[in-house]
């Protein structure tokens, strides 16, 4: 599968208010509805992302509906896949290396970067800081609420956050990737992705079934 991600012709400096400027240049949403292991995880939460970028930031939005939530994670670099969580992997050139962008639905981030999911570099404070995320729940970390839930998040990154490459900007990249939705901790583990993968259980560390992400 190929995902487009077009340019914006605006700045959009906050995570805020990414939500709004996808709307307002009428950027379609892609679901996320790849039930890659059936028998064990059957249950698929009602999920969906739109992206763009202004040449020095990729825009993220999710929306996300589920029967159950949970965000226990206090700071980045947790378990964030134990909580209710979306991730976006990029791998932005053809030397292996690929990102691991983990976020739960507080916007508590995990960010690693490496070629295979036994060995990875975590990204630095820094690069950290530069992420700016808005979440539709509030950012406190919350035990789990077994009740269902519609929430949202986005994300703003900026070209810093591929730490182990020297991107100039996004205009007319093409990359590799796949974006998922995940809790391993919620009472219905679920694990599904935009672009199928095929494995006997469960690993998102796959880029192998990448599909194409190409920016305008």
Partial sequence: MALIIPKLNQAVASAAAIPAALQSAGIAYTSIDNVNWPKAF?????VEFAAAHTGDALLLHYRVEEQSVRAVARQDHEHIWEDACVEFFCMPAEDGIYYNVECNC???????AGKDRNVRTPAPEDVMKRIDR??????????TRNEPTRWELALRL??????????????GLTAKGNVYKCGDCLPVPHFISWNPIKTESPDFHRPDFFGQMKFA
């Fill in 42 to 46: 059957p249950y698929k939460p009602c």
């Fill in 106 to 112: 507080t916007g508590k981030l995990l960010v690693a």
């Fill in 134 to 143: 808005w979440a539709s729940l509030g950012t406190e970390p919350f035990d």
């Fill in 158 to 171: 900026p070209v810093s956050t591929f730490f182990q490459h020297k991107l100039n900007g996004f205009d």
